[in-house]
């Protein structure tokens, strides 16, 4: 008589529940993995377990602790509905409902987070941006980033173009995303880029002002006399000293 192997249904595990039509299958049968609040198999992995034909079981799915995922506010939108837990190996993206909005400077746009070995993550609430500033006159914008806004905190730099300096003598300044007074986001360009020009002594009580740039002869003046800066436009001009 030819008997058919059978495959005997495991004690459970903690966390876990085993749903069998009986102790002992047959070739073919199965029985299912459930598992406890707070607990999930392993992401992409099947809640069946098959009776092989040898009397062995395919491998049996072990029930995990979850991570938890808190967010913080409804600015932020998720790309599937989570019920607060993650099983392990099962990854989240994370993005802002408004456009308008981004997830603070620095973290990376999606944001996505995989669940491994029971991490708990708090996902950070969307801000508001600061609209890109109008490119300064004499000057030219240098971002980090390439979106249509600013996050929080995010830096911008302004840098003279040739001939052009900051008053203090510096080529680049840095400008930050910041929130106003009014609630409200922008970036605050207060300083500006000026012709930079070169006052030589001429004669008893006279200076030249000699201009570099499109404006004058392009060439560097630094060792006709003290350095200044001036915010001067035209040709180049005689003053007398007042």
Request: glycine fraction near 6%; include cysteine.
């Amino acid at each position: 008589m030819c008997f058919s192997e059978v495959c005997k249904v495991p004690t459970t595990p903690d966390h876990t529940t085993y749903h069998s039509p009986r102790a002992k299958l047959k070739a073919g049968e199965a029985f299912t993995v459930a598992c406890s609040d707070g607990y999930k198999l392993p992401f992409y992995t099947s809640d069946t377990v098959t009776c092989k034909d040898d009397g062995s079981f395919e491998n049996i799915p072990q029930c995990t602790e979850t991570c938890d995922v808190s967010a913080a506010g409804d600015s932020t939108v998720l790309n599937k509905t989570v019920t607060g837990n993650l099983a392990q190996d099962e990854a989240l993206e994370v993005s802002c409902a408004n456009p308008a909005w981004l997830l603070p400077y620095g973290t990376p746009t999606p944001w996505i987070i995989v669940c491994r070995d029971q991490q708990d993550f708090a996902i950070p609430a969307c801000q508001q941006t600061c609209a890109v500033p109008a490119t300064p006159a004499n000057a030219d914008l240098v971002r980090v980033g390439s979106g249509t806004n600013l996050s929080l905190r995010e830096p911008v730099k302004a840098q003279c173009k040739d001939y052009y300096k900051y008053l203090d003598g510096s080529d680049v300044q840095q400008f930050v995303c910041q929130e106003s007074a009014g609630g409200t986001a922008e970036v605050n360009i207060d300083q500006f880029c000026y012709v930079y020009a070169k006052l030589t002594h001429q004669s008893a009580g006279t200076y030249k002002v000699s201009l570099t740039g499109d404006i004058a002869d392009g060439k560097d003046h630094s060792a006709d006399g003290t350095t200044i800066q001036l915010q001067i436009t035209g040709p180049n001009t005689d003053i007398t000293k007042s």
